[in-house]
């Protein structure tokens, strides 16, 4: 068996990277929907990457019911899920810290669809990480983004189930999976936008031309940087090794939507991200540390 490269400043680079397109993605989904309506939004960002990944698109023998699934999940609902949310929420602080809600979502959907055993100490991670997200229903300025923060609470789960796909699709391409995201993104949200934002997309009401420079930052950042880059350091890395790493990305979008939009840092979101994030990093580094040793024993 190989020994794993050293974790040098290159793979730190891709690290630093990755958490600052991931961190900054809800700052540019936010501008965007506040430019453009959020099923338009979302129908633009999939066909930008449906574009950029076309040379990939092909049928995967045994695996296509799958692909259909995750793309319908994770490129439509998930997407119009979360522009949704962010389109009806102004302190977009505390989605950053509800949407962490996706991990013990996924350990839950693991255990229930694919017979997972888990010991007390991620039990002891989804707890921490469900009470710090719950503790904004007792903060006052999160309390009022109580629409917003049902809706990243349903896009968390629509994430866990993508995640739960995704497992079942190990050995597709990153860019394959992600053409099949694209074209089953656009084909949901094609005619949810028709509908709902018809002056929009039949050109009455223009869309402003910054609104695609946002557009494209979370479309291309988010998949080709984020996506991209954590596949390369999973090539070249444990899990347990990337993971911690790449934890930092909530804590960027807290901050950055704090400077950026204002959004009051209080004492109680605060407490509740750490917990929050802490009940994230015990249930992501333990699950990764249970793959790889079932791994070691496997090989």
Known sequence: MSTPARFGPRDLAVALAINLVWGLNIIAVKMSVNLV?????ALLRQAMVLVVCLPWLRVVPGRMRDLIALSMVIGGAFFAIVNLSLAVTQNIGALAIAGQLGAPFSLI???????????PIRIAGMALAMSG?????FDPMAAKEISGLLLTVFASLLWATGSLLQRRLIGVGIPTMYAWVGLGGTIVLAPLA???????????????TVAFAWIAFSALGSTLIGSGGMAW???RHPVSTVIPVTLGAPVVGV???SLV????L???MVLGGVIAMAGVAIVTMRTAGAKEAESVRDS
């Open 37 to 41: 309506p959020p099923f338009t939004a």
């Open 109 to 119: 959907l693991a255990i229930i669809f694919l017979g997972e055993r888990i010991g």
């Open 133 to 137: 997200c719950g503790l904004l229903v």
């Open 194 to 208: 028709l509908f709902f934002e018809r002056p929009v997309m039949t050109g009455a009401v223009a869309i402003p």
């Open 233 to 235: 350091l999973l090539q």
């Open 255 to 257: 901050l950055a939507s």
């Open 261 to 264: 939009f204002g959004n009051p």
């Open 266 to 268: 209080t004492p109680v």
